[in-house]
């Protein structure tokens, strides 16, 4: 086997057993990561969990404190710059010049990068134009809207294309039309053939985008999989009921739970109600216990809108496995101590 194909086989990222601690707090607790070339790779895990942490010690930033990682085949520790000549992070927000142009940011960085000027100038040219930029190109990034200036920050961890993009919380406060443009890139930086690992508290971001999912909490992986296979760990299903009246929703959380034997939660809506349903030996017992949940609801003169039975989503899933939900992004508490 020649040495191209070997390097072509190994994962773009490995850990083992990796360590990292501030004073008293345990920001990774014997880290096991493995991510294949080409894919992208969800990070997930509440606040404070060490999605950062992670990524910072992999982009050879932070030095871990015991355990192994390479990154494209590098180790972390003694090849930190082969690794960074190879790789883009782009974190929560944006790193750029907000009195300079897009252009000039782009043109800059190309520079920096190495690019001759002629070079520099056709790269920003095209970054601009490949993310829908170039109308604004000559215009100071700080005039720009919050999807404009994501983009291209974006664009600025590709002037030289990585074969590894580190990805953190990308459409944090995002509208939802800035956010599928971000997703739209992402797709197509992965379809080029960068890896990448993306880490999120939107789950639907997640669901959208990756081939494969961790979910970290507490320093540790907790679970590793497809997004269809972190849903089927939670359940065979869950249970949404709407209610008439929102004033009914406290007794129908616990009406629920005790017919059904769980934890009931509120939903965003505040007549809604939801509840993972425990893998049943068949369809039958989950009529049976979804009419059983029903009957008690009526017997306790609770008014139901609307009752549906549908697979569990990410975010069930993600609450049943780390505790938490998935909330707004916020500084993890270990880069606080970092």
């Given at each position: 086997m020649s040495k191209?194909?070997?390097?072509?086989?190994?994962?773009?990222?490995?850990?083992?057993?990796?360590?990292?601690?501030?004073?008293?707090?345990r920001a990774l607790d014997g880290i096991d990561l493995t991510v294949r070339r080409g894919q992208v790779f969800g990070f997930l895990g509440p606040n404070g969990a060490g999605k950062t942490t992670t990524i910072r010690v992999l982009a050879t930033l932070t030095r871990f404190d015991s355990g192994v990682a390479?990154?494209?085949?590098?180790?972390?520790?003694?090849?930190?710059?082969?690794?960074?000549?190879?790789?883009?992070?782009t974190g929560q927000?944006?790193?750029?010049?907000?009195d300079l142009t897009g252009y000039e940011?782009?043109?800059?960085?190309?520079?920096?990068?190495?690019?001759?000027?002629?070079?520099?100038?056709?790269?920003?040219?095209?970054?601009?134009?490949?993310?829908?930029?170039t109308h604004a190109g000559g215009r100071p990034v700080g005039g720009y809207s919050g999807g404009m200036r994501r983009r291209l920050d974006i664009a600025a961890g590709l002037i030289?294309?990585?074969?590894?993009?580190?990805?953190?919380?990308?459409?944090?406060?995002?509208?939802?039309?800035?956010?599928?443009?971000v997703w739209e890139l992402v797709r197509r930086i992965a379809a080029a053939?960068?890896?990448?690992?993306?880490?999120?508290?939107?789950?639907?971001?997640?669901?959208?985008l990756a081939e494969q999912i961790a979910v970290i909490d507490q320093g540790r992986i907790v679970a590793e999989g497809t997004s269809a296979q972190l849903k089927s760990r939670v359940g065979s299903g869950?249970?949404?009921v709407r209610l008439l009246d929102g004033e009914q929703r406290a007794q129908a959380q616990q009406v629920l739970a005790g017919a059904l034997e769980g934890t009931v939660h509120p939903a965003a809506d505040p007549l809604a109600l939801s509840m993972l349903l425990a893998t049943p030996a068949d369809a039958t017992d989950v009529g049976?216990?979804?009419?059983?949940a029903l009957t008690r609801l009526a017997e306790a003169q609770v008014g139901i809108a609307e009752v549906a039975l549908g697979q569990p989503s990410l975010d069930e899933a993600f609450l049943a496995l780390t505790g938490h939900p998935a909330g707004p992004a916020t500084t993890d508490q270990e880069d606080v101590n970092r």
């Open positions: 191209s194909s070997t390097a072509g086989d190994q994962p773009a990222i490995e850990a083992h057993g990796l360590v990292k601690v501030f004073g008293q707090n390479r990154v494209l085949g590098h180790d972390v520790i003694s090849e930190r710059d082969a690794i960074r000549a190879r790789v883009a992070v927000f944006a790193a750029l010049d907000e940011n782009l043109i800059i960085l190309g520079r920096l990068h190495g690019l001759s000027r002629a070079a520099g100038k056709q790269r920003a040219d095209d970054l601009l134009a490949a993310f829908d930029l030289v294309t990585p074969d590894l993009l580190f990805l953190d919380e990308p459409t944090t406060g995002l509208d939802p039309r800035s956010r599928n443009q053939g960068t890896t990448v690992l993306l880490t999120t508290q939107y789950l639907e971001e997640a669901d959208q869950t249970l949404h049976r216990l979804v009419g059983h």
